[in-house]
């Protein structure tokens, strides 16, 4: 995979790049400013971008601006934002096209590399993948509304790892249950919440998004 | 909604208001000329016969007639009228029992403290800016307030003319009282509604003009302000720090020592017992990721990122995403303030959505922030039970504390069973054109 990385910080980005280069990816530019991220996505239109939300010159939402810009321009061009700190107001931005490819994760996140690896493959792929933080806030924030109050503790654990962008076969790894199991809650909270199923994770995935976010369309 | 019909209704209502307030004032003056008079003589007796005692209670009056003008000044004539009086210092006492005026000391405690009084009156240019108000606002203040009155009132005398038996004084010395009376009371009385207006607000500004603070004074409040808010500021920011650096030494700090200490063990481990130094090394990024989490929990308590990376709207926007309350925000700020300005206010917004949720048990609020007239203004309200009071939380006197480094105000509304309204407005500048995000 062709990959673009923005980040001012030298330690993170040489990490990143050797991380990346080592799982068999090709780094086609890494930067470290705003304006050379736009340059560098426009020039090389890269599988995905690796992008630091916070950038030079002026230290504020350099990065994440650059990549939505990107996005407007090549729509579906897969972004995975890495930041300090997670909001769900730049996690709502990123996911407000609805085209997917997207990713949000907290850059400790990193540390863990095969599950970092395995996001940037996610995204890269069309996915969407969220930073369990940002889920938990969701969660928290709209617990104690209908109808999300009336999900069992089993199926609001199987729907936070549904907006964190897993797949069935994931969540049940990950819960020790079957998959058959999985589907099964799935299909129950899509049916309380008043969701289409589908079979598609990352339509899921957005579905989910939109929901806790309040921005699904009545 | 209105027609011309009832804008002239509503400008008649208006001007009779203002004419019924200068008959007022017009029916104060003997009352004004009278306390004048008193105070000439008790002046003499001060100064010429050395009747000291009297000179506080005359001020005493003098202040209580000076105060009341103030208030008909800023109720009536809409014209605002400080209080200009220096503050009554404390007595001091030595060590050694005596007490000390500011100019001399005193064993006598009562003595002491009349001295002090005497001085402090006496020394206040309020004082005597007061007594020549009393002396020449019979003249001055009182010409203003009834030349309105008398003008309608004469009018109103012409326009009887017809219908009285004998020609009215003035009306008299006129051929034909029967009919010019009529013609001038029509010229008159608009003359008089129209004065009357113009003539209140003279009134206040007149007012203003001797019984405001000088500009001296005033400078000698505001300084004395100041010096309150800087001890205030310096003592918060102070304690600001405490804070974090008990959370960096108990938090981020002390996890990575732990962390330092486990790489440290795990050295030995890895030949000897590789499944226990698997297990130590995943216990050192454990702690990492806490460290690195407190770090974050720490950095949005000084200066929240979004606030950071995309001022106020936005990181009140993002603030209002993270409370357990459902928030609607409505921006309009055409240009971003400075940085402590939009922080006091982030952070008072904050103060205000925590205790919604937690003493108001609110389930939905609303954050407006407008800029307009050089005054940034948050309003914060919310459908919870109400019932906050100003002086009870500490949490308000925070908020208070911060605005008030920058001159803002804050007020509460919080009737029993809601809704609360929280209103901070504060004065400030925003920069460049920068268009906020809606």
């Keep these: 995979m062709r990959v673009v990385l923005a980040e001012d910080l030298v330690l993170l980005r040489d990490g990143l790049e050797l991380l990346l280069s080592a799982h068999g990816h090709d780094i086609v530019a890494a930067v470290e400013s705003g304006p050379e991220l736009s340059a560098a996505l426009a020039e090389h239109r890269p599988d995905i971008a690796v992008v630091d939300v916070r950038l030079p010159p002026t230290y504020s939402d350099e990065g994440l601006q650059a990549a939505l810009a990107a996005r407007r321009e090549q729509p579906g061009l897969p972004v995975l934002v890495l930041s300090q700190h997670v909001e769900q107001l730049y996690a709502r931005e990123l996911i407000a096209d609805g085209a997917g490819g997207v990713g949000y994760l907290l850059k400790d996140r990193v540390s863990k590399a095969d599950q970092f690896v395995d996001a940037v493959h996610t995204v890269a792929a069309g996915g969407t993948v969220m930073d369990p933080q940002v889920i938990t806030r969701l969660l928290a924030r709209n617990a104690y509304d209908e109808p999300l109050a009336m999900l069992t503790p089993r199926e609001r654990d199987v729907l936070a790892m549904m907006a964190e962008g897993r797949s069935n076969a994931a969540i049940a790894q990950r819960l020790h249950f079957s998959e058959g199991a999985v589907s099964k809650h799935t299909s129950n909270i899509f049916a309380k919440l008043g969701l289409g199923a589908s079979d598609d994770d ?17 | 909604m209105s027609t011309p019909q009832s804008r002239g209704a509503e400008a008649l209502r208006t001007a009779l208001r203002a004419l ?4 007022v004032f017009t029916l104060l003056i003997p009352v004004g000329a009278v306390l004048a008079v008193l105070f000439l003589v008790s002046f003499l ?5 050395g009747m000291v005692p009297l000179f506080p209670v005359t001020t ?3 202040r209580s007639a000076a105060t009341a003008a103030r208030w008909a000044s800023g109720h ?3 014209v ?8 009554r210092p404390a007595l001091e006492r030595t060590l050694h029992g005596w007490f000390w005026t500011g100019h001399d000391y005193h064993k006598n405690r009562w003595f002491a403290g009349f001295a002090l009084k005497l001085r402090w009156l006496w020394n206040d240019p309020a004082t005597w800016r007061d007594a020549g108000w009393l002396l020449v606002d019979p003249l001055i203040g009182g010409g203003i307030a009834a030349t309105p009155v008398l003008l309608t009132g004469y009018g109103l005398y012409g326009l009887a003319q017809p219908v009285l038996p004998e020609p009215g004084p003035g009306y008299g010395l ?3 009282p029967g009919l010019l009376g009529p013609l001038l009371g029509l010229v008159l009385v608009p003359a008089g509604l129209a004065l009357a207006g113009p003539a209140l607000h003279l009134h206040g500004r007149w007012t203003r003009s001797l019984l405001g603070p000088t500009e001296r004074s005033r400078l000698a409040h505001r300084v004395e302000q100041l010096t309150e808010i800087r001890l205030d500021a310096t003592e918060a920011q102070a304690a600001e720090l405490r804070r974090i650096e008990r959370d960096l030494h108990d938090g981020a700090q002390a996890r990575l020592v732990a962390v330092s200490l486990r790489l440290g063990a795990v050295v030995p481990l890895i030949d000897r017992d590789p499944e226990k130094a698997k297990q130590v090394v995943t216990d050192a990024q454990e702690n990492v990721t806490q460290a690195l989490q407190e770090l974050r929990d720490l950095v949005r308590g000084i200066h929240p990122p979004v606030l950071a990376e995309r001022g106020l709207a936005e990181g009140i926007r993002a603030l209002a995403l993270d409370v357990p309350l459902k928030v609607e925000v409505r921006a309009e700020l055409p240009g971003r303030a400075e940085a402590p300005v939009e922080s006091a206010v982030y952070f008072a917004v904050s103060e205000a959505l925590t205790n919604a949720v937690k003493h108001g048990d609110a389930r939905h609020a609303t954050v407006e922030l407008t800029h307009a007239a050089g005054l940034l203004r948050a309003e914060v309200a919310d459908d919870g039970r109400g019932g906050a009071d100003p002086e009870g939380g500490s949490g308000l006197r925070g908020i208070q504390r911060r605005l008030a480094v920058f001159d803002g105000t804050l007020t509460l509304t919080s009737p029993p069973g809601g809704p609360t309204r929280l209103i901070m407005e504060l004065p ?6 920068r268009t906020s995000s809606c």
Excluded: F
């Excluded at chain 2, 019924?20 to 008959?23: F, P």
């Excluded at chain 2, 007796?45 to 016969?49: K, Q």
């Excluded at chain 2, 605002?80 to 503050?87: A, T």
């Design chain 1, 202 to 218: 990352n339509r899921r995935v957005l579905a989910v998004l939109a929901y806790l976010n309040g921005t699904r369309p009545e």
């Design chain 2, 20 to 23: 019924g307030r200068l008959a």
């Design chain 2, 45 to 49: 007796l001060w100064v010429g016969v």
């Design chain 2, 60 to 62: 005493r009056v003098v």
């Design chain 2, 76 to 78: 009536w004539s809409q």
């Design chain 2, 80 to 87: 605002p009228v400080p209080v200009p009086y220096v503050p």
């Design chain 2, 174 to 176: 006129l051929p034909l």
């Design chain 2, 428 to 433: 400030c500048v925003l920069s460049s054109p």
